[in-house]
């Protein structure tokens, strides 16, 4: 029976989820998990340029896998050849690849598996077994949504996450850098959970975000770099129309540049240091974890905070 009176909870909109046809479950990796328990993969194939949380569920349940290469324009450098039973994952790096998305759909059909945990708006493809991540675009500690062929047969506990939020909060009340070792130590608790349905706290939260709005705000703010760095970006990248990016990734020569943005207080992640160990040099992903910043463009921000990137750059 539901509680009527008391004391308040945390105000929030009650609109609907913008993937709201899909499987809510509690994180990305388990999204996977949930595909390779589903189809029953004996290999699957993963871009080296990859985090190496993407292992944890290969590891959990035994499934062999291996890796191949980008090209300068983060697509596979050939194609791989598939037997039964195997699979191909493709990462749809900063939401910005959803063309060449489609155009491996004709190649490998439903044993392509996206990975769309940076690509939150782009359309799932009928047929293709497709998963999201709530926190790279939103400000949750958690949540996920699956696309998947074959539902498994079973019941899910729903997760918890209140005592995930801290660092959420903190942010606000103190400052991003006080609450960054919150954040470390959350994200690690993240890694080796069971596969779960989503919590009532980050549903509630992904049902009141306004998305057209984000939408709108990180398409100007890529749109703003673009057109003032772009012409010295490694990387030449089209935002199609129905693209809305992660982050704005710039590839440089300038080894010292992500060190002055974060002297700056422009944070720039590292995609993803694991590599640097999987890979040699003279590989593509090696350069990339090395040289390419993910600028932010996020909805947070706007004209003034994209003007300070750029003089800073």
């Not at 009928?126 to 949750?140: A, M, N, P, W």
């Not at 020569?253 to 040699?280: F, H, M, S």
Request: aromatic share 12%; charged share 25%.
């Amino acid at each position: 029976m539901t509680s009527i009176g008391g004391y308040f909870e945390l105000e929030l909109l009650s609109n609907e989820a913008y993937h709201k046809g899909a499987l809510a479950l509690n994180t990305g990796r388990n999204c996977l998990e949930y595909v390779l328990r589903s189809r029953g993969y004996k290999k699957v194939y993963l871009p080296y340029y990859s985090c190496e949380v993407l292992l944890e569920p290969f590891n959990k349940l035994g499934v062999e896998y291996s890796f191949y290469h980008l090209n300068g324009s983060l697509e596979l450098d050939r194609l791989v050849s598939l037997q039964d039973g195997e699979a191909l994952l493709y990462i749809n790096y900063f939401g910005l690849k959803q063309d060449y998305v489609t155009s491996l759909t004709a190649t490998y059909g439903e044993q392509l598996i996206v990975d769309n945990t940076q690509a939150f708006y782009a359309k799932p493809i009928e047929g293709i077994d497709t998963f999201y991540s709530c926190r790279k675009f939103f400000g949750v500690a958690d949540g996920a949504y699956l696309y998947c062929l074959q539902p498994l047969d079973m019941e899910l506990e729903q997760d918890q996450s209140w005592a995930r939020m801290e660092y959420l909060l903190k942010r606000i009340d103190v400052s991003p850098e006080v609450a960054y070792a919150d954040f470390r130590t959350q994200s690690k608790l993240l890694n080796n959970n069971p596969i779960k349905r989503m919590s009532s706290l980050t549903d509630r939260i992904m049902a009141s975000i306004d998305y057209a709005g984000v939408a709108e705000r990180r398409r100007i703010n890529f749109k703003q770099l673009d057109e003032a760095i772009g012409h010295i970006n490694g990387i030449k990248w089209n935002l199609t129309d129905d693209a809305v990016p992660m982050v704005y990734p710039f590839l440089t020569e300038d080894v010292d540049l992500r060190q002055r943005l974060i002297d700056n207080k422009i944070y720039v992640a590292q995609y993803w240091p694991n590599v640097l160990q999987w890979c040699t040099p003279a590989d593509s992903a090696h350069k990339l974890t090395q040289c390419l910043l993910p600028l932010p463009i996020d909805q947070r921000y706007g004209e003034h905070e994209m003007n300070r990137i750029i003089q800073t750059i």
